[in-house]
């Protein structure tokens, strides 16, 4: 619960007078009333909008092609995005196949969010940074551990493909413009 303003009621308030334009698509609501609440007169005009991941044909074609020709390792970044890859991928009929595949992958989690995604999956990753960094996972020393991955990851040369578990799209027939 939030403390009761003690400001007096006839203190204008800090955004009065200021229209200001909200384009995010996630969250949005929560976004203009909480500038609302300040005095802003809030526009909503979404730029671009998310994808649910039950409905995005490309994440369905990429998870069908993952399970076609397994990858050597897999780097999982965000926890919610992996779990959604997954409960889409159940919901396609395809989770088994899926976490199939990925089992015989190397995993790599950037950080103990991912990680846990990971394992509630009934997966094992193989290394994940302290740092939680992106970079230090694909700068290959994997914590002394380089001899367990892909040659392909040893050596530096790994050619990607990049599953994204949620996609932004413009936002068709848009008629609000800021």
């Not at 990858?71 to 779990?83: C, K, Q, Y």
């Not at 290959?140 to 040659?151: A, I, L």
Request: hydrophobic share 40%; net charge negative.
């Amino acid at each position: 619960m939030t403390a009761p303003s003690h400001r007096p009621r006839s203190e204008p308030l800090p955004l009065g007078g200021f229209t200001v334009g909200v384009t995010a698509a996630r969250r949005a609501q929560e976004l203009g009333a909480l500038l609302e609440r300040r005095g802003a007169e809030v526009l909503h005009a979404p730029a671009i909008r998310i994808v649910p991941l039950a409905d995005d044909t490309e994440l369905h074609a990429a998870t069908e092609a993952l399970i076609s020709h397994p990858p050597d390792a897999v780097v999982i970044t965000t926890g919610i995005g992996f779990r959604g890859w997954v409960e889409a991928a159940d919901g396609w009929g395809l989770g088994e196949a899926l976490i199939g595949a990925l089992r015989r992958a190397t995993l790599l989690s950037r950080g103990p969010k991912s990680r846990g995604a990971v394992r509630a999956a009934g997966l094992t990753d193989a290394w994940s940074p302290p740092s939680e960094s992106s970079a230090e996972v694909l700068e290959g020393d994997h914590g002394g551990e380089t001899s367990t991955m892909p040659p392909a990851i040893r050596t530096g040369y790994v050619a990607t493909e990049t599953v994204g578990s949620s996609r932004h799209v413009p936002v068709a027939n848009s008629n609000t413009c800021l």
